[in-house]
C-alpha cells in the first residue's frame, strides 16, 4: 500500500482532516527544529493531522493534489455542496480519494484542468494551496489584489492571474505564511506538509483562535508592521494609564503596553483603570460576585464586598451595597452613604443621581444640588451642560438646574469643542452652540460629537468629517461592511460604527468591509486592513483580522443583530510610537 493511499483512506475513514496513522497523538520526532513545530503539535493533539508509524512527521515533504483535496474537505465538511461533481478522467471509482475528490469539487474548494483531469499525484503549489483555503472561507476580495501582491511581495510577478485575486485576499487576512523570508511567496513551488498544516492553522483561526496563536508572526505575510501586542497576550479594549484588561483560562488580569502581565488573571470580572485604581469582581459567593478595587500593583485598595461598582472619577467611585448605590473616597472609605437607587460618575463636580425613578445631581458631600425631577433620564455634565431627558424630549439644563435648552430633540449628544449634536423632528442632525442655536443646520442622516476638532458625519449612505463651522474637511467616502444574512444574502451592516472621533491625529475609518486609520487630511495612515478595529488610546488600537460579519435576519422586516464571528484580536501601535 502507498503512503499516499494509506494517508487518504485513513483520513476519511476516521474522518480526520489528515491522516497515516491515528496512534501517534502529537510531539514527532522530526518536527523539535521545525518554525511550524507548534501548530503541527496542536493540530494534532486536536487530531487533525497525524503522522507516520515510525513517529515522524515528514514536514518537509510534499503534499499531492488528492492528499490536499482529503485535507480541504474534512477541514471544511459544513461547506454545502453547491454544484453537481464532475467527472475527472484520470479520477476512477476505484481510486483511494475518488469520494474526497468528488465532494470537494461539489463544494467548489477544487476544480479540475481545461483538459479534465485533476492530476491527482501533483505535488500541489503553493499558489494553489493558498488559493483554495482562501476560496473557502470566502473572505471579501481587495479593489486593487495586484497592489496588494506588490507590497507583500518582492516574487509577486510569479503569481498566476487566475490565483491574484485569491493570493491578495488570503494575504491581507493573515493565511499566508512564508518560511524563512516573509516576502518571498514561492507560488509555484510545491507546498510541504508543515506549510499546509500551518496554512490549516491560519484558517482555522477565526474559529479556533489558539492555533493563529502558535504560527511565529515573523512569517505571517501582511503582517511585517506586526501586532505590537499580539493575540495570545489575552488583551482587549483600550488601554487606560498604561494598562487594559486581559483574560485569560476564563480569567481577568491586566497587561501593559508591551504585551507583559502586569498583575495576574485571578479575577473572575474587571474593569479598566481610572485615576490609579480598578474596580475588579472576586470569586462569587453565595450572593453573587463581590466588587473591590485594586492599585496597579494588584493589590486591594478595597477588599471584595460590594454587589456592583464603577470607576473612580474625582477621587470617588459609585458602590452598591445592598440594593443601594453610595460613594467611597480612595481610602475605601464610604463618604456618601448607599442610599441611591442608580448613581452616574462624578464630572465638572457633581454626579447624576436617581431616587424613586427621578434624577438629580449631588456634591462630593452627597447633597442635593439640582433636586430631582422627573427625568426619564440624563447624562454627566460636559462644559457645563448636561442632557436631561423627559418624554422621548432632549434639552440642556445648566448646573442650577435651570433649563438653559429646552427639552425638543429627539436625540443629543454632549457638548465637545462648544457644540453638541442634536436631532430634530425631522430626523436630520445638526450642531447647537451653547444657547441653543443651530449654528450647522440638521442636514445629516446621522453625527458624532467633535473631537480634535472634526466630527464624523453621515451624508447619504457614506460617512465624512466636517469642521466645526460646518465645513466638508474630509468628503464622505466611508461605507458600512456588508454583513452575510443567514439566507446567504449579503446586507449593509448599518449599525456597525463606520468612522470614529479622532484620537491622536488618527480614526478609524472603513471601506466596506475593511477598517483602516485616516490622519486629518483624510488619507489612510494605515490601510484598510481589519475586520473591526477601535480607536487609539495611548499609542495603541485594538484591531480584529480576518473576522467575518453576519446578520440574523428574523423575517420580512430584515437583520435585527449584526456581528463580527471569529478572527483575531490584538493591538496595533500607531506610526511613530
Known sequence: MSGAKWWGTLAIATFSMWSVNSSVAWSFSDTSTHWGQACIEQLSQRKLVNGYPNGTFRPNQTVTRAEFAVLMLNAFHNLPRSQRAPTFRDVPTTYWAYR????????????????????PTQAIPRVQAIAIATNALNHPAPDQPDAVLRQYFDDAAQVPTYAKRAIATGTLNRLVVNYPQVKQLRPNQAATRGEVAVLLCQALASSQPELGQTVPSQYIAGNQSGFAIPPAAGGFGQFSQGLTVAQKDGRYGYIDTAGKTAIAPRFNVALPFSEGFAAVGAVPDAEGTRWGYIDRQGQWLVEPQFASAKPFSAGLAAVRVGNKVGFIDRTGKLVISPQFDDALPFSEGLAAAQLNQQWGFINPQGQWVIPIQPYGSVAPFSEGLAQVERNNRIGFIDKTGTVVIPLQFAGAQSFAG????????????????????????????????????????????????????????IPAQFYAPQAQAGNGTSVVAEDVAVVSPFSGGLAMARLGNKAGFIDKSGKFAIAPQFADANSFSEGLAYVNLSGRWSTQAPGPEGPYLTQLEGGEWGYIRAPGR
Open 100 to 119: 474526497a475528490i468528488q465532494d470537494a469539487a461539489a463544494r467548489q474548494l477544487f476544480s479540475g484542468y481545461p483538459d479534465g483531469t485533476f492530476k
Open 418 to 473: 462648544g457644540l453638541a449634536a442634536v436631532q430634530t423632528a425631522e430626523s436630520r442632525w445638526g450642531y447647537i452652540d451653547k444657547s441653543g442655536k443651530l449654528v450647522i443646520p440638521p442636514q445629516f442622516y446621522r453625527a458624532q460629537s467633535f473631537a480634535e476638532g472634526l466630527a464624523g458625519v453621515l451624508i447619504a449612505d457614506k460617512w465624512g468629517f466636517i469642521n466645526a463651522q460646518g465645513a466638508i474637511a
